[in-house]
């Protein structure tokens, strides 16, 4: 991986029929002895219906060029957030709120499935076990610093109306975009992939996808403070009305074991 602005001029003397030659000093091993990864996962206990979970995400993992500021300690510290202002508040909650940060989501997911796997079902056999029916969602963040503009409903139009409801309040923030639409390659396709409501939501890109993301571009000066506030407000109020809603999220069909 090399920034645009590196890649771009090597394009634009390429297209001009240039030789191009390109001298890189790498410094690096690769090492197969510890290859585990670790999530980390914490939870405020929940009153009425404290076996029923609602969870929050990202992953916490990044790539080795830069500190990984966009992808995806952005979408960390605001889960982060939003457990420390649930708790601050001293909010009452029906339901247990547990956030889950992952690890090497870069290589495939590997903490979400994992987990997913051990807790909920194995998607190769779809055995679904108890705790299946006891998770009402899952809620991921990993497009970057920019705020939230809406979510996407992976193709679950029951929960349409719900969203509507929750975001109207923050309409003057600027999210309204409900979309029928998936969107792939983050932590909540674990959770989909076995039945669960996984969302992720939909964000400003800024500078994500031409500047940080993957690069030694992706430092803190391109975290937004103002917009992480935003994202943390959101999906804290979110998952506040999620887990005290009378009922469990509507859920689409159980998919069939492949
Ligand atoms: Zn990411």
Redesign the pocket.
């Known amino acids: 991986m090399i920034t645009a602005e590196q890649y771009d001029r090597l394009a634009r003397a390429v297209e001009k029929n240039l030789p191009v030659s390109v001298r890189l000093n790498l410094k690096a091993a690769a090492s197969a002895g510890d290859t585990d990864g670790m999530n980390i996962i914490g939870e405020i206990p929940g009153g009425a219906k404290k076996d029923e979970v609602v969870m929050i995400g990202a ?1 916490f993992d990044c790539w080795h060029s830069g500190t990984g500021a966009t ?2 300690g952005a ?1 960390s510290a605001v889960m982060m957030e939003v457990m420390r202002i649930l708790k601050t508040l001293r909010l009452p909650l029906d339901r247990t709120v547990r956030i889950g940060l992952w690890s090497g ?2 290589e495939g997911l590997f903490g979400s499935r994992a987990y997913v796997k051990e807790h909920f079902a194995d998607p190769k056999t779809m055995h679904v076990t108890a705790e299946h029916a006891r998770l009402s969602g899952y809620f991921n963040l ?1 497009n970057g610093s920019g705020k939230i503009r809406g979510v996407y409903l992976q193709g679950n139009d029951a929960m349409r109306p719900v969203f509507q409801a929750w975001l109207a309040p923050f309409h003057d923030l600027g999210v309204s975009a409900i979309t029928i639409r998936n969107t792939g390659g ?1 932590d909540h396709l674990s959770f989909d992939a076995v039945g669960l409501p996984g969302f992720q939501f939909i964000q400003d890109p800024l500078d994500y996808g031409t500047i940080t993301h993957h690069s030694d571009m992706d430092t803190y000066d391109h975290a937004i403070a103002a917009d992480l506030m935003q994202a943390s407000a959101v999906i804290a109020a979110v998952v506040y009305e999620a887990a005290n809603r009378p009922e469990m999220l509507p859920r689409r069909e159980l998919p069939k074991a492949p």
């Open positions: 992953h992808d995806n979408g989501e870069e990993d983050n």
